[in-house]
């Protein structure tokens, strides 16, 4: 028999689908074929113990740079001064750190982003904590690295309004620069790609500092309260949190519509056939929660508490809504010890210095 | 695909020497892919099993190869099989980390 099996980890399974395979004849010229699901016999996984739970959550030693981008000095110091330089946005008054402030957990603590004349964005600005790990950036995922999205806010119309031309000639016109530009990129200089690949080595250099929840992983009982334990229990079992925030940063990076009230499609506009990414939005990590308010991609909820309450009721029902959104029959308690969980994944993160601007 | 058909029920009957469409199963669990690369032979099956304990949805959007199983439930197994050569992303959905390159030859 030549049928090739690879990875034949159920061979019951296989024959089944083969036996379905066979019976399907529909092939259309310009698409694969998909046959009929057959339903298989998965084994539940036995719970992990506490120990393997915890082991999951252990902080990184160190920080991911990618290869086509690997860290320097030179261009981390270059990307902070053009992350803190208003100079980067038409009016010369929003720079990266308007909308990802340090001084609001690298947000901007309003329920919507501000961009060029004032005028409200569509979305909260998320915080850029931890974007070293993240795969896939942006409330819809448009941006599959941070050097991809590091110029979309420039020369976005509506946030800082600076063709990306225009945003050369202006730092070509900053004696300063040049230098920086040169001791980081000694081949290229002043380029696009510079620029992105500068902001995005500084953005990855900003790090969620050692909460109690980390001391209590590493095994200091002390660290967190007896609540914020049972509540760690409760977001890996019964609250389901883990199924998406899972992970020392508490993101799968995963897209799921948790049935907020509003006309946003998120992810659909680059999904539009698939009805589970419509009002689909990026799972956002947990790291420095508390000091992150208001939450949720449109900035709806003022509090841990009301995002409690969202997730215990299950959210709006509509198909795309996530299988993931039940009603969680959550008590006063859980919901209290759940929060005081997330408390626990709050730093005392050190103040971040304003660099001194080239001129 | 009669042909297909026809290779699959000789290669059942007796161990024929035919060498025909293949069947490659891709598995889910921990929200990953058993492979991340793949390549088959024009015709070819991969049949993608949620062995996962939470639901996928794998699709791919190369011209040529799209296809979308939709939400697919923890226990379901879904045959696609793919008539065009070149190389095909396939992705889920909803975790984007779970990619898989098939290389689709003649």
Not at chain 1, 43 to 61: M, V
Not at chain 1, 285 to 298: K, N, S, V
Not at chain 2, 28 to 35: L, M, N
Request: proline share 6%.
């Amino acid at each position: 028999m030549q049928i090739v099996i690879s990875r034949m980890l159920r061979g019951a399974v296989v024959a089944a689908a083969i036996t379905t395979v066979t019976a399907t004849v529909a092939i259309r010229s310009d698409a694969a074929t998909v046959g009929q699901p057959v339903a298989i016999d998965v084994k539940n996984r036995p719970d992990a113990s506490p120990e393997q739970l915890k082991a999951k959550y252990r902080r990184p030693d160190s920080i991911p740079f990618p290869k086509d981008n690997p860290y320097t000095v030179e261009k981390a110091v270059l990307g902070k001064k053009l992350y803190f330089d208003t100079r980067l946005s038409s009016a010369n008054l929003l720079s990266c750190a308007s909308c990802h402030n340090p001084a609001y957990d690298w947000g901007d603590g309003q329920p919507k982003g501000v961009g060029h004349n004032m005028k409200q964005l569509g979305r909260r600005s998320p915080s850029i904590v931890n974007a070293a790990f993240g795969g896939i950036f942006m409330w819809d995922g448009r941006a599959g690295s941070l050097e991809e999205q590091a110029l979309g806010p420039i020369k976005t119309d509506v946030e800082m309004n600076l063709p990306i031309d225009q945003l050369l000639e202006k730092l070509k016109g900053i004696p300063e620069y040049q230098p920086l530009f040169r001791a980081a990129f000694p081949k290229d200089g002043l380029t696009p790609e510079s620029v992105a690949k500068a902001l995005a080595t500084y953005e990855r250099t900003v790090v969620s500092g050692r909460a109690p929840f980390d001391a209590w992983i590493e095994g200091d009982e002390k660290a967190i309260s007896e609540d914020a334990k049972r509540g760690f229990t409760l977001f890996n079992t019964k609250a389901g949190c883990a199924n998406c925030h899972s992970g020392w940063n508490f993101t799968d990076d995963s897209f799921h519509d948790i049935g907020l009230s509003d006309a946003d499609i998120g992810r659909g506009k680059f999904l539009p056939a698939v009805v589970k990414m419509q009002h689909a939005f990026k799972t956002p990590g947990l790291r420095e929660i508390t000091r992150r308010a208001p939450y949720m991609h449109d900035g709806s909820m003022p509090n841990l508490e009301a995002v409690m309450d969202h997730y215990a009721n299950g959210g709006e029902i509509r198909p795309s809504l996530s299988e993931l959104m039940k009603p969680t029959g959550l008590s006063a308690q859980e919901k209290s010890d759940l929060v005081a969980f997330m408390k626990s994944l709050t730093s005392e993160m050190e103040p971040t210095t304003i660099p001194v601007l080239p001129r | 695909m009669r042909l297909m058909t026809i290779a699959l029920v000789a290669a059942f009957a007796g161990g024929s020497a035919v060498a025909f469409a293949a069947q490659h199963s891709i598995m889910q669990k921990g929200k990953t892919f058993s492979e991340s690369a793949i390549t088959i032979k024009k015709g070819d099956t991969l049949v993608f099993v949620n062995d996962d304990n939470i639901h996928h949805n794998v699709l791919s959007t190369t011209p040529g190869n799209e296809f979308n199983l939709g939400s697919q439930a923890p226990g379901v197994s879904t045959p696609v099989t793919f008539d065009k050569a070149g190389q095909v992303d396939v992705m889920c959905a909803i975790h984007p980390r779970m990619k898989l390159q098939v290389t689709v030859t003649d």
